[in-house]
């Protein structure tokens, strides 16, 4: 009875597939002007049922990004909230999908300067 109880009182809610960006933030003195940040697996959280149009999501991460960055590096935390509630129902890591490579001399100093106008 526990176990039905559990199949009808809650659902998964599948927030994004595996590999899919989450959020694609731009980047600073890399080769590319942006960097995906997402799961290597579907990222899915259960909530009580019919609750599913109330789910949101938050991306904490760092401002600035500055390159480089390699593919599984930790960036980021993706917090799901349910409605208004401000705690978060679930808190997932955020890791760069394809890895970002330094910019040459050039593009890092035309960045510098940006950032420092800034």
Do not use: C, H
């Amino acid at each position: 009875k526990l176990l039905n109880w559990g199949y009808t009182a809650f659902e998964a809610v599948k927030l994004f597939d595996a590999g899919q960006a989450v959020v694609t933030p731009s980047v600073w003195k890399g080769k590319t002007s942006t960097v995906k940040l997402g799961r290597p697996q579907a990222i899915v959280v259960a909530v009580t049922a019919g609750s599913a149009p109330k789910v949101k999501t938050q991306v904490a991460r760092p401002d600035p990004l500055v390159a480089p960055f390699v593919k599984g590096q930790s960036l980021g935390t993706l917090k799901v909230m349910l409605g208004e509630n401000p705690a978060p129902v679930a808190e997932v890591p955020l890791v760069v999908l394809e890895t970002v490579e330094e910019a040459g001399i050039l593009g890092r100093a035309w960045d510098a300067l940006r950032l420092w106008i800034k």
